[in-house]
């Protein structure tokens, strides 16, 4: 069984408590109010039938909720350490939002030495909001984007995040394979 560390990271209010509590199927805010994550949570669930350079795999999944609350930047070297992916949520309704992704992406993928396929892109479409995609920045455009509203399409989150774990785990087994071919030299 692998074991994988993804890192959930985006503004505040965007979803990624939603998405952390599907997936490990927790049940923290059963209220429907709004509770900001204080610096991280962590969530650890397993997940089968993934696509492994064309084997099935499980992996034991341990989901980093991270706060979308700027004050807590000063986390995000320890949140940071040792992240095989990257789950970047934002709300459309909310321009400054995908502009903030670009930090995010710098701080969690590229100063982290993470690959495009180690990241994806969530654009949450609340009810009532914006249904229009944003125009992301040219750093984010090779990294898949999913639009999706959250609350009403779980299971199409579930295969998405089953797809990008599968792709994850690709990248996590071709480097393990190259450090192994490295200390047989």
Known sequence: M??????????????????????SEAVENVSGDYHPT???????YECDQLNVNGKL??????????????????????????????????DPAF?????????????????QGLKEQQCIIFSNKKPGGS?????????????PQID?????????????IQRFLSEVLKVASQKRDQDEMLLIK
């Not at 692998?2 to 997936?23: E, H, Q």
């Not at 249904?131 to 990294?143: F, Y």
Request: with cysteine.
């Open 57 to 90: 795999a499980r992996a034991e999944v341990e989901l980093w909720d991270t706060s979308g609350d700027q004050k807590y930047e000063s986390c995000w070297p320890a949140i940071q350490r040792d992240t095989h992916g990257v789950i970047l949520l934002y």
């Open 95 to 111: 321009e400054e939002q995908a502009r903030h992704l670009d930090i995010l992406y710098s701080h969690f993928v590229t100063q």
């Open 131 to 143: 249904q229009a995609s944003l125009k992301l920045s040219s750093m984010l455009s090779r990294v």
């Open 38 to 44: 204080k610096g991280v949570r962590i969530v650890e």
């Open 148 to 160: 999706l509203d959250l609350s009403s399409q779980p299971t199409a989150l579930k295969t998405e």
């Open 2 to 23: 692998y074991r994988v560390k993804i890192v959930i990271v985006g503004s505040p209010k965007s979803g990624k408590t939603y998405i952390t509590n599907l997936l």
